[in-house]
Nanobody
Framework: QVQLVESGGGLVQAGGSLRLSCAAS????????MGWFRQAPGKEREFVAT????????SYANSVKGRFTISRDNDKNTMYLQMNSLKPEDTAVYYC???????????????WGQGTQVTVSS
């Protein structure tokens, strides 16, 4: 198993940037596909981005393409989400997740972090 802890959330003005981190426990981090999901108030949790075990494959939701960048450092057991040109609609609790492979479907992820709040003001 793996434990995941998100950090880096906060309050930012529209057009600003934030970098989220997801720290994972254990020695097997590189064996997990990883993903970022978010949940806004009153809405279902939605896919944001995913990255393969090696980091060579990445996929993004259409709503964040060109603005967000997912990455990972397997030596540091950490995944990142660089968020640029933030919009108020990006306001949500952001969750990192680990699974057997990269995927946009949250049902394929086995482990989840506690979430970190991102608030974008207009």
């Amino acid at each position: 198993q793996v434990q995941l802890v998100e950090s880096g959330g906060g309050l930012v003005q529209a057009g600003g940037s934030l970098r989220l981190s997801c720290a994972a426990s254990g020695r097997t981090f590189s064996q997990y596909g990883m993903g970022w999901f978010r949940q806004a108030p009153g809405k279902e949790r939605e896919f944001v981005a995913t990255i393969s075990r090696s980091g060579s494959t990445k996929s993004y939701a259409n709503s964040v393409k060109g603005r967000f960048t997912i990455s990972r450092d397997n030596d540091k057991n950490t995944m990142y989400l660089q968020m640029n040109s933030l919009k108020p609609e990006d306001t949500a609790v952001y969750y990192c997740a680990a699974g057997t492979d990269w995927s946009s479907r949250e049902g394929l992820y086995n482990y989840w972090g506690q979430g970190t709040q991102v608030t974008v003001s207009s």
